[in-house]
């Protein structure tokens, strides 16, 4: 039966199998509740303990912008810390200061440190080297940090019960633990000697997660507490990877993490009739949930967007937006994607697919997707 199947599982490309997802596994987290943004200053009670996130570009920036709004969405009574990159926009700050308690600009080039010094021999390591900078914080007791491509879906505040340093699974290799979310103690003497690791060890990925799951090596074994519940930072790859979890668990996420090359804020969104735009530039990278998408989206024209606007004034920026008086077609933002647009997957002939699966090479995301093999059984079954 199983070869039998090799010639008949349908092909669907990944827009497809989007289409199918969004009607299949609804999210059911609750509904977005957007505020008008804050103006008044914060009523936080716990003012020694922050929720931090890093921007290193204007793109980021409004990732960090949506991340922060989430946050007081959902009543966090925590600070909020933006750190920035020395090229981030005058007026890109101006808006995350308007719901961010603190916007520190870090520039590793200016630093006349240890850091400085570690930049100097490790420059592929820039933005690695600018993220562990979180730890120099020392005015608060304790952090949360969060990239800023996650998305907050309910109140976190108990993750500051947790210590350093706690985060969750990595969905690619669960003995390591994703760096998107994790618990933090500020501490200058962890900060140099994170700095010194980086410089002698470098990072068996290249960025900030292979430096910190080395040097905090002992996360895997040692104490379960600090393992966060994978709810805590659900990765939108791991959705199209085991999709009857996700159906079973989803609707208990609490934080959702843009995982990959490709970001919300590369799509566009149209205002007039609420949809996002462009899932079909990128066939093989469009592993975002519609849904999460769709509520990324939302926050950002409803409370973000706005700010901006504010802060730019007469002057032109991407809001993302499609423009209409270009009759739909997306904006810039979207074209200007750094990451290469890959041309289409070729389509394999049933063959080659079985030898690839017999050699371990499944195309989860793809033609062996869960959906794809279900439907097949479910048609052998009828
Ligand atoms: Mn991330």
């Not at 946050?71 to 808006?95: F, M, Q, S, W, Y």
């Not at 501490?187 to 905090?216: P, W």
């Not at 750094?338 to 049933?350: C, F, L, M, N, T």
């Amino acid at each position: 039966m199983t070869r039998k199947m090799w010639g008949l599982i349908p092909v669907l490309d990944c827009s497809q199998l989007l289409s199918l997802c969004a009607t299949h596994c609804k999210p059911s987290v609750c509904p977005i509740t957007t505020s008008a943004p804050r103006v008044d200053p914060p009523l936080h009670t716990m003012s020694d303990q922050a929720f931090v996130t890093l921007a290193t570009n204007d793109r980021y920036a409004k990732g960090a912008m949506v991340l922060g709004q989430s946050l007081l969405n959902h009543n966090t009574t925590r600070k909020l810390v933006a750190l920035v990159g020395p090229h981030v926009a005058e007026p890109c700050r101006d808006a995350l200061r308007s719901i961010f308690d603190e916007v520190q600009v870090v520039d590793v080039m200016d630093s006349g440190d240890t850091a400085h010094l570690s930049l100097m021999k490790r420059p592929d390591l820039g933005v690695t080297f600018t993220k562990l900078h979180c730890w120099s914080l020392t005015h608060y007791s304790k952090c949360v940090f969060m990239d800023a491509d996650t998305l907050v879906l309910s109140n976190i505040d108990e993750l500051f019960e947790r210590e350093e340093l706690s985060a969750a699974p990595d969905p690619g290799w669960p003995d390591c633990f994703n760096s998107g979310v994790f618990v933090f103690r500020p501490s200058n003497e962890t900060h140099e000697k994170l700095l010194a690791f980086c410089r002698e060890n470098g990072s068996f990925d290249g960025g900030d997660q292979g430096v910190l799951n080395s040097f905090f090596n002992t996360w895997a074994m040692a104490d379960i507490s600090k393992h966060l519940p994978f709810i805590y930072n659900l990765s939108s790859i791991a959705i199209y990877s085991y999709l009857p979890a996700f159906k079973e668990y989803g609707r208990d996420a609490k934080v959702v993490h843009f995982l990959g090359k490709v970001k919300p804020w590369n799509y566009s969104y149209d205002a007039q009739t609420g949809e996002v735009k462009g899932h079909s530039l990128s066939p093989d990278q469009c592993h975002l949930h519609p849904d999460y998408l769709l509520m990324w989206w939302q926050l950002y024209a409803k409370s973000v967007q706005p700010l901006m606007q504010q802060a730019y004034g007469e002057a032109p920026f991407l809001s993302g937006f499609v423009d209409t008086s270009t009759d739909g077609e997306l904006h810039e933002d979207l074209r200007e994607n750094q990451a290469p647009v890959a041309p289409p997957p070729q389509k394999v002939s049933s063959e080659v697919r079985k030898q690839r699966w017999e050699a371990g090479q499944i195309d989860y995301m793809g033609d062996d997707s869960f959906d794809n093999i279900a439907r097949k059984l479910d048609s052998f079954l009828k």
